[in-house]
C-alpha cells in the first residue's frame, strides 16, 4: 500500500470516527430527558465510576504534589522565593495537574470497561436483542453512564486537589522547613475562586468526553473476541489523547472567560 492510500484510508477512519462520535453525542442529548430515568443504573454507575477509583486518583495526587513541591522548592530556593512554594504547587494542580492527571487515570480505567463491557453485549447480540424487543438501549446503557460520569468526575477532582494540596505541604514542611501556616496562608492570598472552578469545569468536560468515547467503541465493535481487545486497547489511547487535546481549548476558553 502507498502512502497516499494509507493516508487516505485513515484519513476516512478517522472522519468516520469523528462523525459516529458526535452522532452518538446527538443520540444522548435527545434522550437525556426522556423516561424512564434509571436511577438505580445512574446510582451503581457511580458507585463503579467513582468510589472504586479513589484509590489511584487519590495516591497519583498525593505523590504528584509532592513531587511538584520538592521541584519547586528546589529552584526557587536559589532565588530565595522557598516560601511562595504553596501558591506555584496550588495553581498547578487546580488549573491543570488535577483534572488532567484524574481524567487520564481514572478515565482509561472507566472507558476501557465501558468499552469491553459493551463491545462484548454487542459481539454476543445482546444490544441487538434490546432492539428487536423495542428497548431504547442508548437511554438504559449510554445515559446513565454519562449522567454519572458528569457527577463522579468533578467529585474526585476536588478531592484529588486536595490530597495534592496537602502532599505539596508535607515536603515543604518537613523536607524544605516551610512554615506550614505560611504554605496555607500564601495558597489563601494567591489563589482564587476562578482558578479551581475552570478545573473543575475541566473535569465536566473530561468525564462526558472520556464516557462518549468508551461507549461509542464498544457499541462500533466487531470481529469478536479479537475485536473486542483491539476496541478496548483503542479506547484507552484516544482517551489520553482526547484529554490532551481538549486540554488545550478548554484551557483557552476558560481564559477568555474568567481572565
Known sequence: MSVLAYARRHGRESVAWYGGLGLLALRVGRNLRL?????????????LIGVRSLVVALTASLFTGMVLALQTAVNMARFGAENYVGPVVALSILRELGPVLTAILVGGKVASGIT????????????????????????????PRILAALIVFPLVTTMADAVGLV??????????????????????????????????????????????IGCYNGLETEGGTEGLGHSTTSTVVQVAMAVIISDFFL???????FW
Open 167 to 212: 502532599g505539596g505541604m508535607l515536603v515543604a514542611v518537613f523536607d524544605r522547613n516551610v512554615d506550614a501556616y505560611l504554605y496555607w496562608n500564601t495558597i489563601s492570598y494567591w489563589v482564587v475562586m476562578k482558578d479551581f472552578l475552570s478545573g473543575l469545569g475541566k473535569s465536566v468536560a473530561f468525564g462526558g468526553l472520556i464516557t462518549l
Open 35 to 47: 423516561p424512564p430515568s434509571y436511577l438505580v443504573i445512574v446510582a451503581q454507575e457511580i458507585d
Open 116 to 143: 469491553a463491557e459493551l463491545g462484548s453485549m454487542k459481539v454476543t447480540e445482546q444490544i441487538d436483542a434490546l432492539r428487536s424487543l423495542g428497548v431504547n438501549y442508548v437511554k438504559k446503557l449510554i445515559v
Open 251 to 257: 484551557t483557552k476558553l476558560f481564559l477568555l472567560l
